[in-house]
């Protein structure tokens, strides 16, 4: 086994980072709109977790990156 990376990108990071710029787009206007009539649309993503678990993680994800600093 080599070094570990400083950085170990969760499932739902390394699926943000995966994604267009335009969905990376997609992903905020969502979240930012907050309507239950269009949820973020979570991509498909091979993982070790649950569907539930990947959901979660990935809203995370774009919830760290979509909010301002």
Avoid: L, N
Avoid at 20 to 39: G, I, L, N, S
């Amino acid at each position: 086994m080599g070094p570990k990376p400083a950085h170990t990108r969760s499932p739902g990071e390394a699926a943000w980072y995966e994604s267009t710029k335009k969905q990376q787009r997609e992903y905020c206007a969502a979240y930012r709109a907050h309507d239950p009539q269009h949820p973020i649309h979570v991509p498909s993503f091979a993982s070790a977790m649950s569907e539930d678990e990947f959901a979660d993680d990935f809203y995370g994800a774009v919830k760290k990156k979509c909010t301002p600093a």
